[in-house]
């Protein structure tokens, strides 16, 4: 990874960075066995699957204000080469019958490019507004026999993120977010799927088609006590209103699919935090620099056996 910093004045700065990232593919994705939870869509890995590499290129301006509002705005590319996605084909079943297989390959390359915008405004002592937008367009090319190349796609991703701090030492954090009609996430690629089972988890991608928009709403309740308020509890609820779930739609020459999946909804948390006397960041740095020198010199004594 490479990062410069270019600092205009005290209340502006330019940053542009480039990183080079590798994704394996996980064990869900190579296993060779068939999931058939599913009857009418198995699902089965594929082992023959090459890791991804994804170029990033970043260069973001960040203007802090008088009042201490802050506002970062960025442009960004993302490459990836042998994207590992999501792949669906005919096949028929043990008596004969048409099914739809679910697997993974690598697609030839994909690409997202866009705007980011991060604001957070404090409204009044007790309201802070964290905006996240972010305005995109994604594309994931596939050679497949039988498979129509799909255009590049113009998407967006909008997140609110409220904080109120209430007397008696409570807090809440309310947060709202919507996905718009995607081929890729707003972040690109990335191999995070796989999961329970052989479902087919992760950030929601698709090469024959595109994701349904999506939107939720989360919360949190937080009570923090004692003389120097080191215990908390807190309570937080994901997708209060039942409304986040995975929806895509796919087609080839063989099939058109919709599918609709929900997992974990409405889960409710509750946490209980004690810290024991007071944090001291330099420590972990010492420990870091410690194993650093420890490291070196292990090594000088290794090259002089």
């Not at 915008?117 to 497949?144: A, C, F, G, P």
Request: glycine fraction near 10%; include cysteine.
């Amino acid at each position: 990874m490479c990062s410069s910093h270019k600092k205009i004045d005290d209340s502006q700065g330019l940053q542009l960075n480039y990183s080079r990232r590798i994704n394996r593919p996980n064990f869900w994705q190579l296993t060779p066995f068939t999931d058939s939870a599913d009857k009418l869509n198995p699902s089965r890995g594929n082992p023959g699957l090459n890791p991804e590499f994804t170029n990033s290129f970043e260069l973001s301006y960040e203007k802090t204000f008088k009042n201490r509002d802050n506002l970062i705005a960025s442009i960004y590319y993302k490459r990836t080469t042998d994207l590992i996605t999501r792949y669906q084909d005919s096949a028929r079943g043990t008596s004969g019958e048409k099914l739809i297989l679910n697997s993974y390959i690598n697609a030839n390359s994909s690409y997202v490019t866009g705007l980011e915008l991060i604001s957070r405004n404090k409204i009044t002592k007790w309201w802070e507004i964290t905006t996240n937008l972010n305005l995109y367009v994604s594309d994931i090319e596939i050679e497949m026999e039988g498979q129509a190349d799909q255009d590049a796609l113009s998407s967006w991703f909008g997140k609110l993120n409220n904080n109120f701090k209430l007397p008696h030492n409570i807090s809440i954090q309310l947060s709202g977010d919507y996905q718009a009609k995607t081929i890729l996430p707003p972040g690109g690629s990335g191999n995070r799927g796989g999961g329970g089972g052989m479902m087919m988890g992760g950030p929601a991608m698709a090469s024959q088609g595109y994701i349904r928009s999506n939107y939720g709403v989360d919360i949190a309740v937080r009570y923090e006590f004692g003389k120097s308020r080191q215990a908390s509890v807190s309570v937080n609820m994901n997708d209060i209103f039942r409304t986040r779930r995975m929806y895509s739609y796919s087609e080839s020459q063989f099939f058109i699919q919709d599918a609709f999946r929900r997992r974990d909804p409405q889960v409710v948390r509750v946490n209980f935090n004690w810290r024991f006397g007071k944090f001291d960041p330099n420590l972990f740095k010492r420990k870091n620099m410690r194993g650093e020198r420890e490291g070196q010199s292990s090594g000088m004594e290794g090259g002089m056996m």
